[in-house]
Nanobody, 110 residues
Framework: QVQLVESGGGLVSTGESLRLSCTASGPNIYNSAWFRQAPGKEREFIATISWRSGSTFYTDSLKDRFTISLDIANSTMYLQMRDLKPEDTALYYC?????WGQGTQVTVSS
């Protein structure tokens, strides 16, 4: 059974940076991804990374500010976010296949 635990969320001011972590456990993880969901909006894809090749793919609107990375040795995926804006306020989720973490809240104040 795959388990995903996010951490690193918090309250930051506009323009600041934040790094989220997702620690994974369980078998057969080949790809993982970050999503976010703002209040009243649908869940939005951010980026994905391959655990085999390290290749990445981003949604166009965020690729200039967000960076996904992976520490295979520690089974931890990261999302480095910079130049944060109030519209980045959301619950950020880690995903691997059919499995989701519980989410970590990011709030950006103006």
């Amino acid at each position: 059974q795959v388990q995903l635990v996010e951490s690193g969320g918090g309250l930051v001011s506009t323009g600041e940076s934040l790094r989220l972590s997702c620690t994974a456990s369980g078998p057969n993880i080949y790809n993982s991804a970050w999503f976010r969901q703002a209040p009243g909006k649908e869940r939005e894809f951010i980026a994905t990374i391959s655990w085999r090749s390290g290749s990445t793919f981003y949604t166009d609107s965020l690729k200039d500010r967000f960076t996904i990375s992976l520490d295979i040795a520690n089974s931890t995926m990261y999302l480095q976010m910079r130049d944060l804006k109030p519209e980045d306020t959301a619950l950020y989720y880690c995903n691997a296949g059919l499995h989701w973490g519980q989410g970590t809240q990011v709030t950006v104040s103006s």
